[in-house]
């Protein structure tokens, strides 16, 4: 966890018109799982979607790898980068096997049976190769963002993003997706960017975090969970995990 | 006063919006089409497959059936007045040339802009808020590489098979109509095949094929401008089947003037 693969330097996050967070400056470590903290509706997701591309940053500059978002960058740069979205995105009118298949079908020139056989392990991973011939409505929802989980990690990419993958989910299905994430981490050694707001999620999987405020259209804080609720001083830092430590008590 | 300047100002400011939304489209699939004559493997013929039989065999019913009552329609209201003059036999003829130069094309566009228009708009709409554009968008595919393309050449291939078959049901109604009215069918398809030329039915193919293209981009279009709201997929399909038979119609009226012009 030496050299940062995510870099925003100050990063005003929104949409054309709308700014939303200003100023925002963080650096994601290689490795590690790092999480974008913060209410509902304070630009967690935003910033998510700079990262990965979706839309360009309204000014400051935003690095992943090395390389800032441009035409020119952006099929190498989407090489580097799997995302699992909220509602898990599977595509309706393929069977789970078919959604991890296609971005081996686009971009490896592995054969049939490889690509099969690679599909396979990947849903494997996610404990889920039973499920390999059902379509998306015929599984649950934790079972889908799974399944995206699959899909994102096919082509070896260099950081994972995952947003909301607690969003709708049981608490024993939430921990158990926390649990996949921190196997997976360990075993593949990939970095993680989490968009969440579960607190119980956060302290289990998170090494450092970053936290944003609504009203104050920016970044508050940045560090460990630990250090964030045992060390800030911000009232709304403390409120926020202390709100956490009497529900999870 | 200043009311109706901020609604003309606003309306104005979002036609413009749209229109360039709506080239910005037009330029991506013309370049996309484009990379798919280059490298045809990347063309993703089973979805284009499917939706073909959508359009076409799932619609087979519908516009064979509404040609078939276009024609008995006509041959109705046109040998009332026919008649009159006792040549109610020129049915066959005004039959021929309006259903393969007019009808045909016009009326399975308008079927087609409702059943597939609607449908494609609705497709791409719900995965637009379910966010699967953003994972293709992310994982380096273009969502109109992989969605848009393969339905507008279904709908391109759909149209002439959906036209030949509503257009000669429409003419099967109208000889039924004139063998009630004592004209035996063998004079009416003699007097069809007098009338039609491979040139005409050619031509009203060619315009279905064009009717079909404008409905499949419309339709696309709209489901790709889908906004994430609760009625925004809704207001996709309508504005799909709005969009595609008010495309149809002014390019109908263009070519009508200039085949008036051309004397084709």
């Known amino acids: 966890m030496s050299e940062p693969i995510i870099e925003l330097k100050h990063v005003d996050a929104g949409y054309p018109g709308v700014t939303i967070l200003r100023d925002v400056t963080f650096d994601v470590m290689k490795g590690e799982v790092f999480i974008l903290l913060g209410g509902s509706g304070c630009g967690k997701s935003t910033v998510m979607k700079h990262m990965i591309g979706l839309n360009p940053v309204l000014s400051g500059e935003l690095r992943l790898a090395g390389l800032e978002w441009s035409a020119k960058t952006r099929a190498a740069l989407c090489r580097k980068i799997g995302v699992m979205y909220q509602s898990g995105a599977l595509f309706g009118s393929m069977t789970c096997l078919e959604n991890v298949l296609l971005p081996l079908e686009e971009f490896t020139r592995l054969k049939g049976a490889e690509r099969v056989e690679r599909a396979m392990m990947l849903l494997d991973d996610v404990e889920l190769a039973d499920a390999a011939h059902k379509l998306p409505h015929e599984i649950s929802g934790g079972m889908r963002k799974r399944v995206a989980i699959a899909r994102a990690m096919a082509l070896d990419p260099d950081v994972v993003f995952l947003d909301e993958p607690s969003a709708g989910l049981d608490p024993i299905t939430s921990s158990a997706l926390d649990d996949l994430i921190l196997k997976l981490k360990t075993e593949t050694g990939k970095t993680f960017v989490v968009v969440t707001h579960e607190l119980p999620s956060i302290f289990k999987i998170a090494d450092r975090c970053a936290m944003f405020d609504k009203a104050r259209h920016g970044m508050i804080a940045l560090g460990t969970p630990a250090g964030l609720r045992d060390g800030s001083k911000d009232p709304f830092v403390l409120k926020f995990f202390n709100r956490g430590e009497i529900h999870g008590k | 006063m200043a ?244 495309a149809i119609a002014v390019t109908d009226g263009i070519l009508a003037v200039l085949c008036y012009v051309w004397q084709l």
Not at chain 2, 149 to 158: D, E, M, S, T
């Open chain 2, 3 to 246: 009311g109706i300047f901020e609604s003309v100002g606003r309306w104005t400011v979002n036609g413009w919006r749209s229109q360039r939304a709506n080239m910005a489209f037009l330029g991506e699939t013309v370049c996309e089409a484009m990379g798919m004559v280059v490298h045809p493997r990347r063309f993703r013929f089973a979805d284009s497959a499917l939706a073909f039989q959508r359009a076409a065999f799932d619609g087979l019913p519908i516009s064979t059936g509404i040609g078939f009552l276009l024609g008995v329609i006509l041959a109705f209201q046109s040998a009332a007045a026919l008649q009159m003059f006792g040549v109610e036999v020129y049915v066959a003829d005004l039959l021929a040339i309006g259903l393969f130069r007019e009808l045909g094309p016009l009326v399975t566009a308008i079927i087609l802009a409702g059943r597939s228009g609607s449908a494609f708009a609705a497709e791409i709409g719900t995965m637009k808020v379910d966010e699967e554009l953003d994972a293709l968008t992310t994982m380096g595919l273009p969502p109109v590489r992989f969605l848009v393309l393969p339905r507008v050449v279904a709908a391109v291939l759909a149209m002439p098979v959906l036209t030949i078959f509503a257009e000669l049901a429409g003419l099967v109604g109208g000889a039924i109509v004139l063998q009630m009215m004592n004209v035996p069918t063998v004079v009416f398809w003699r007097h069809v095949e007098a009338t039609t030329s491979v040139f005409m039915i050619s031509f009203g193919l060619a315009k279905g094929a064009l009717f079909g293209l404008l409905v499949g981009l419309v339709g696309c279009s709209a489901g790709m401008r889908t906004s994430s709201t609760a009625d925004g997929v809704g207001a996709a399909a309508t504005s799909a089947v709005v969009g595609g038979i008010v």
